[in-house]
């Protein structure tokens, strides 16, 4: 089974490999098959295809068993970009797997690299977060969760709560963030606009064009903290339970690569306690 990338927008966003591999498949899983069948006929591919998504992947995940087991090819597509990253196929690729055939990556556009490509943030690593929780509360404590990652934070999200999420960021991330907007991209209104986070909620109250389409939201890493983060603190309090002061300031720097005079004044300050 090939699970194949396919374009995030412009149809021409499509690698030779993939191409050849949907031209020499048997069947093509996708999520809607009328969607994908536009890519096909734009590339002049007559392949079968079946609908695998959300609600019917581990009855269909069976179906490409069957395929597979009969000697034949599968390429497995999503509406854009890359099946199982935000899109369904963890699951059928899972069961594909489990059932000892072979799972091919077809690699190719992908809308959370593009915009970060794009984006000008100097963060060394990001966190690929994806779509938020629908639901208000979910989404405020899955943000909540975030606020201390030191890296760029990935997410995507629909036109619908683009607004609301935008406003839960800016409201829960402490620290002076950028907010990076990339919109629509590789389509006919592609949009990528930089701004200070807690100027976002403005900046798309100003115009109601900018909610519209798909959107990737970058938001900057979390400023350095003072002292010692959490994981630090956790270490240097366990090492400190067991060992004198001395020896769990020495350990706990070798574990966590802190500076040894910030733990020993952390541990002071935590026997002190």
């Known amino acids: 089974m090939y699970v194949v990338a396919t374009p995030i927008g412009n149809l021409a966003d499509i690698t030779l490999r993939a191409l050849e591999v949907l031209r020499g498949a048997d069947l093509v899983a996708c999520e809607d098959t009328r969607h994908v069948r536009r890519l096909l006929d734009h590339h002049g591919i007559a392949a079968r295809t079946l609908a695998l998504h959300m609600h019917n992947e581990n009855q269909t995940a069976q179906r490409l068993l069957g395929e597979l087991a009969a000697g034949r090819s599968v390429a497995l597509v999503s509406d854009a970009c890359t099946?199982?990253?935000?899109?369904?196929?963890?699951?059928?690729?899972?069961?594909?797997?489990?059932?000892?055939?072979?799972?091919?990556?077809?690699?190719?556009?992908?809308?959370?690299?593009?915009?970060?490509?794009?984006?000008?943030?100097?963060?060394?690593?990001?966190?690929?977060?994806?779509?938020?929780?629908?639901?208000?509360?979910?989404?405020?404590?899955?943000?909540?969760?975030?606020?201390?990652?030191?890296?760029?934070?990935?997410?995507?999200?629909?036109?619908?709560?683009?607004?609301?999420?935008?406003?839960?960021?800016?409201?829960?991330?402490?620290?002076?963030?950028?907010?990076?907007?990339?919109?629509?991209?590789?389509?006919?209104?592609?949009?990528?606009?930089?701004?200070?986070?807690?100027?976002?909620?403005?900046?798309?109250?100003?115009?109601?064009?900018?909610?519209r389409g798909e959107f990737v939201l970058l938001v900057s890493a979390a400023p350095p903290r003072e002292g010692l983060d959490a994981e630090a603190e956790r270490v240097l309090a366990a090492l400190l339970a067991e060992l004198p002061l001395k020896q769990a300031t020495k350990l706990a720097a070798q574990i966590t690569g802190k500076p040894k005079n910030l733990l020993y004044e952390r541990a002071l300050a935590l026997k002190g306690d």
């Not at 960021?169 to 606009?193: C, D, I, M, N, Y």
């Not at 909620?201 to 115009?207: N, R």
Request: aromatic share 6%.
């Open 83 to 211: 099946p199982a990253i935000s899109d369904p196929g963890a699951r059928a690729v899972a069961a594909v797997r489990a059932a000892g055939f072979k799972v091919i990556p077809i690699p190719g556009a992908n809308a959370a690299i593009a915009a970060l490509s794009a984006a000008g943030l100097a963060d060394p690593s990001f966190l690929f977060v994806g779509f938020l929780p629908p639901k208000v509360g979910a989404r405020r404590t899955a943000i909540a969760a975030l606020t201390e990652v030191e890296a760029t934070l990935v997410f995507h999200e629909a036109p619908h709560r683009v607004r609301e999420t935008v406003a839960d960021l800016a409201e829960l991330l402490p620290g002076p963030r950028t907010l990076v907007v990339a919109r629509e991209l590789s389509k006919l209104f592609e949009q990528v606009e930089a701004m200070p986070l807690a100027e976002a909620p403005a900046w798309f109250a100003a115009d109601a064009n900018r909610e």
